[in-house]
């Protein structure tokens, strides 16, 4: 299973999620869902990069 495939399934439940759980309370997540959006896609990609660059087999010897 590559990054793509966990990511958009992540996505889906928590928008899945958040839809619920407004649903279920007086919360308004609509305000927040934007920035918890970018918060978490910035931390996935820093991530992403983070285990990507340990995985360099070139060096310069």
Not at 37 to 60: A, D, R, Y
Request: aromatic letters at 14%.
């Amino acid at each position: 299973m590559n990054f793509r495939n966990i990511f958009w399934g992540i996505m889906l439940i928590v928008v899945g999620a958040l839809f619920l759980i407004e649903e279920l309370s007086d919360f308004d997540f609509g305000r927040y869902f934007l920035p918890v959006i970018l918060i978490v896609s910035g931390g996935l990609l820093l991530l992403k990069h983070q285990l990507g660059t340990g995985h360099n087999t070139n060096s310069n010897y």
